[in-house]
């Protein structure tokens, strides 16, 4: 599941996962930056705003290799439907709106399992913002860009940097084929579109069916 | 710009870096250009004295008025908390492992070398990449990767290698130290015998560093002589290459 802040993927994968639930597919959940590992150096440098555009790169990268080797790979071995909340797509896309080397970026992360699925939800800035406010969400340093320097004013900064993280993001629907979802829509039709998008990858297009086998 | 996922063979840090530059992948908002200062690599493994060396080395440079920066390996203000830690749990994979090196390694870089370098100081630099690439390549960390990986690093404008043979190299782990967890590539699991996993891991690092000193045609030093000998070489190589290179010597006192 790739998308900025804001649209809406977090929602969207955790409808997606009571349904894979629901007709009895074993799922595990994983979400970006969420490891043990780097958290006290994330955490320090991110309160002394110490960090580089590398070491922010180099750390999400620690991040992503402790994950897919624990939270990963084995449930994929195990036959489960693995659920990313981001993949390698947005390192790709944040890194390089922050000035690290394109090519270097997606060198760095070959050594990961490449997704049966990449579902991006597309959604312009403007409704990504009004989402964000909506929610009174403070937006932080570096989710804003606000390290880039290109404005003190968060809701700007934000959308000067997520407008280029969007940028970068469309540039990967065609390098990578991402499927990409309108997240403009409501939540309900976008789900719709989401679960026929997975279930080309699945055998459960006969919920109804499975569900009643397990009850 | 490539959209090629896979990475090409002939980039990343290796032996074709020009001495001074980044040896593949330019940090885009770092441009290097040109600048006075000068990077110095001593590598080696442990027990060869490093540290000893680069302290004689520096009082050595500051007498005739060279400003010196040292910078050492994992002691990065952002990593080294997180690398002792990690290190003493025994979470690590050879992934991991790596690429903290390459986090705390990217940190000094851009805030200790390369503002140091353009500053116009001497970077004595206690190991470099090339640890990194040892005990990744001994990990069976994919070479090509881990050479893409640090290929935002500066090929240093001198590397030298104190090399010592593996005997002396146990014997002198031992005496300082003794084995440790990493150090004898438990890791690996090379097998249940401590002693045997220290010697097949300090011997398939060695080997590394043999195939590296090839490669990146570093200065090799036997490390086994007297400190005063090694340091006495170190020094007519190091005056040799500042007097070559026109260096803009700092004033001197005399």
Known sequence: MEGIDGSGKTTQLALLAKWLKNAGHPVFQTEWNSSALVKAATKTGKKKNSLTPMTFSLLHATDFADRLLYNVIPPLKAGMIVLADRYTYTAFARDTARGVDRRWVRELYSFAVKPDLAVYFRVPIDVSVDRLLARRIKLKFYEAGMDMGWSSNAIESFRIFQGKVLDEYDRLVDEYGLSVVNAVGSITEQQRVFRRLVSQHLEIEHQDELIDESA | ?254
């Open chain 2, 1 to 254: 710009m490539s959209s090629s996922t896979n990475p090409p063979e002939d980039t990343g840090a290796n032996g074709a870096g020009k001495h001074g530059q980044y040896y593949s992948h330019a940090i885009p908002y770092l441009p290097l250009d040109s600048y006075p200062g000068k990077l110095i690599a001593i590598e080696g493994t442990d027990g060869v004295g490093r540290s000893t060396q680069i302290a004689l080395l520096r009082e050595w440079l500051e007498v005739q008025g060279y400003g010196v920066v040292e910078t050492g390996w994992t002691r990065s203000e952002l990593m080294a908390p997180t690398i002792d830690l990690a290190k003493s749990s025994n979470t690590l994979n050879k992934l991991t492992f790596v690429l903290l090196y390459a986090t705390d390694f990217a940190d000094r870089l851009e805030k200790e070398i390369i503002p140091a370098l353009k500053a116009g100081f001497i970077v004595l630099s206690d190991r470099y990449i090339f640890t990194a690439l040892a005990r990744g390549g001994v990990r069976g960390v994919d070479r090509q990767w881990i050479r893409n990986l640090f290929g935002f690093a500066i090929a240093p404008h001198l590397v030298f290698y104190l090399r010592i043979d593996e005997k002396t190299l146990i014997r002198r782990v031992l005496q300082a130290r003794g084995m440790d967890y990493w150090e004898s590539g438990m890791d690996m699991k090379l097998g249940d015998d401590i002693y045997e996993s220290f010697r097949a891991y300090q011997r398939a690092l060695l080997k590394e560093y043999a195939s590296m000193a090839d490669e990146f045609t570093f200065r090799v030093l036997d490390a086994r002589r007297k400190v005063d000998v090694i340091q006495d070489e170190l020094r007519r190589q190091i005056a040799a290459f500042l007097a070559e290179s026109a260096a803009p010597v700092p004033g001197r006192a005399d």
